[in-house]
């Protein structure tokens, strides 16, 4: 059976006019978000870079090109709402700070992430990305972040958490290299389960 094609949730539209941080923003408010009651698996990332924001597409950057490959999936998989659902912990680009970009708006999950995420019934599998999403949901989990990556046999199939993918990150991948030898293959294999699972 041919998967039916997903229908983005009606709250989004609520979410993508929200102001609610418009006077700590560098641009106008822009918040990019996807996701369908159909999605199956959630990535709960750190907050849209700039290129994403001037293009309005999560994701667009050579951090999502990194994420994908992590993934084992291909842009159409990535940006098909049956399949990803992508909620991130901020949802505008929140400008540049010293050493790279700002914190995500900590508004941002602290108001949508209790509206969005119980409405995503057929998650399998959620994505956590970087420290932020660390802080938030893993703490408990795992004394830091590193750790928790280390811990992905651990909280699969049902989570997994990854490094960020950005190119500033290289020195933590050097450094770690049983992340690209260990977890990435885990993390392979239990996506392309998700997605394999949707066809009868």
């Avoid at 950005?166 to 389960?193: D, H, M, Q, T, Y």
Wanted: charged share 25%.
């Amino acid at each position: 059976m041919m998967r039916q094609r997903a229908t983005s949730l009606p709250l989004l539209r609520e979410v993508r006019r929200c102001r609610v941080c418009e006077q700590d923003l560098p641009n106008e408010p822009r918040p990019l978000v996807a996701a369908s009651a159909m999605s199956r698996m959630l990535i709960i990332g750190q907050a849209p870079g700039r290129i994403a924001h001037e293009t309005g597409v999560p994701w667009n950057d050579k951090s999502g090109e990194r994420l994908r490959e992590w993934l084992g999936v291909t842009v159409a998989q990535f940006y098909d709402e049956s399949l990803f659902a992508i909620v991130p912990m901020g949802l505008c680009y929140p400008g540049r700070g010293h050493g790279g970009d700002n914190p995500p708006r900590p508004e941002c999950a602290t108001i949508w992430h209790p509206r969005i995420l119980p409405k995503l019934t057929r998650i399998e599998l959620t994505i956590y990305i970087g420290r932020y999403a660390y802080e938030r949901s893993l703490q408990d989990k795992a004394e830091n972040l590193t750790e928790g990556v280390r811990a992905a046999r651990r909280l699969l199939p049902e989570s997994i958490l990854l490094p960020h993918p950005s190119p500033r990150n290289r020195l933590w991948i050097r450094r770690n290299p049983w992340f690209e030898e260990e977890v990435v293959p885990a993390l392979r294999k239990r996506v392309g389960a998700v997605i394999g699972s949707g066809h009868i």
